[in-house]
């Protein structure tokens, strides 16, 4: 019989880190339509003046490493259900690592190049 | 009444097929096994597995118009036409309604259903408080009929590594219990992304158990026990 393996002791913090991840992308939602509806931001300069400052940059970073963070363990689930070879799972969760970090960095690099210009 | 029943012999047919079967059920018929049992008096190549006929053994477990339940407590009555009769769907196929439950109970076993104490045994039974038992009541009734196992789509994708909801329910059933001292070493086991985290709460389980029990909430409560051991 072939062996089953399963063992790898991070299936609770990532299951946890989902969950908190939602609650901080919930909260920093509603707070951003909640500003949007008192003041809303009808054009690119409104959106670039409110950018503009340092914890608002921050704010936004933060939560796009929720939603990043978020993805990939949703992804992750994804391939594990479906995709059953490992070397195929394995090359695809790469995959979605590197995007994933990608778009971290060039988040980064928009918001704080908006901020700043 | 009109059934349309799945039909497969591995020694006769290449491949499964749905056979109709009318019968009129006697007054005394009032379950669907009554019925599948009238029809096995007619065609008595029909393969199934049945026991207590009450509900208790949990032997007769099937799909019945889509929906995973127990035969013997079914009634005809309020069942669409025709009925339409199949396996428990995920697992492989011996004959007819009969499924191989091997992947089953090896997931049951992984999860140690027995009470661990390493105390030597007291002069009489190893005694608990009303309040400790009460903790075991919609864990304890399983009859093990996987009915919520294979209702799960995370168990038909992974049976060999997700113990799924019926093995998780025992698990519970061990760590609620206030005579077992294995509550570390039985997290551990379950710690993984596979063994308990594919479970995604859709509730099927929930939805099929003919018992009503609560498979999705006793993973709650192990998802519970871990945070509080870990945070």
Known sequence: MKRIVTGAHYGLRDWLAQRVTAVIMTIFVLCLAGTLLVSPLPDYPAWKSLLGNQWMRIAFFLFLIGLFWHAWIGIRNILMDYVHATGIRLALQIGVIVS???YTVWSAEILWALGSA | MRFSIYRFDPDKDDRPYMQDYDIVPEPADRMLLDALIRIKSVDDSLSLRRSCREGVCGSDGMNINGRNGLACITPLVGLREPVELRPLPGLPVIRDLIVDMTQFFRQYHSIKPYLINNDPPPETERLQSPADRAALDGLYECILCACCSTACPSFWWNPDKFVGPAGLLQAYRFL?????????ERLDNLEDPYRLFRCHSIMNC???????????GAIGKIKDMMVRRTV
């Open chain 2, 206 to 216: 929930v939805d099929a158990c003919p018992k009503g029990l609560n498979p999705t």
């Open chain 2, 176 to 184: 609620a219990d206030s005579r077992d001292q294995a509550t570390a």
């Open chain 1, 100 to 102: 994933l970090l990608f």
